[in-house]
Structures are given as structure tokens and as C-alpha cells.
């Protein structure tokens, strides 16, 4: 998956610079990250699905450099980002 140029504004509004988005796309890849919902995994495209673009695109960008983030649905469940093979 590639960031979009919508993606990328809103990654500069929250002091995200242009050399970062190399790190954030390299995280985006299957290989790289897995996501968790209630001790299951699922997919990119169901963390999208109930985490909307804007909290994703948030937990990705931490997860791209701090191995891992959660972030929580509108209903209170919490997706969890593991980025530690971007890592290895």
C-alpha cells in the first residue's frame, strides 16, 4: 500500500516530514506489520474497515518507529500494530 497525497497532508499536520514516509510505507507491507483485534489477527484492510483512515494512518506512522501501537474503535475494542519485523 502506498500513501496517498491526502495521507501524506495529514502525516505533515502532525510533524511528519517527507523522509519519514519511506519508513511508514516499508511498516504497510504484509510482511511487516500484523494487526490484532481481541486477541485475533486481522487484516490491513479490517483495521482500516473499523479504525477508519485517520486513526490507522496514526497507528501505523507509530508503529513505523516505535515497533508497536494500539489504537482504540469507536465502540471502546483496541487494534494493536506490530511493526517489530520492520526491525529485524
Request: proline share 0%; net charge positive.
Amino acid at each position: 500500500m502506498r500513501l496517498s497525497k491526502e495521507d501524506k497532508e495529514l502525516l505533515h499536520s502532525w510533524g511528519f516530514k517527507d523522509q519519514d514516509f519511506g519508513q511508514i510505507e516499508e511498516a504497510l507491507r504484509a510482511d511487516k506489520t500484523s494487526y490484532e483485534l481481541e486477541n485475533c489477527r486481522i487484516s490491513r484492510k479490517q483495521a482500516i474497515e473499523v479504525l477508519g483512515m485517520r486513526k490507522f494512518l496514526s497507528g501505523i506512522a507509530r508503529s513505523a518507529f516505535h515497533w508497536s501501537a494500539a489504537r482504540e474503535t469507536s465502540d471502546g475494542k483496541v487494534v494493536y500494530f506490530d511493526s517489530r519485523k520492520l526491525f529485524k
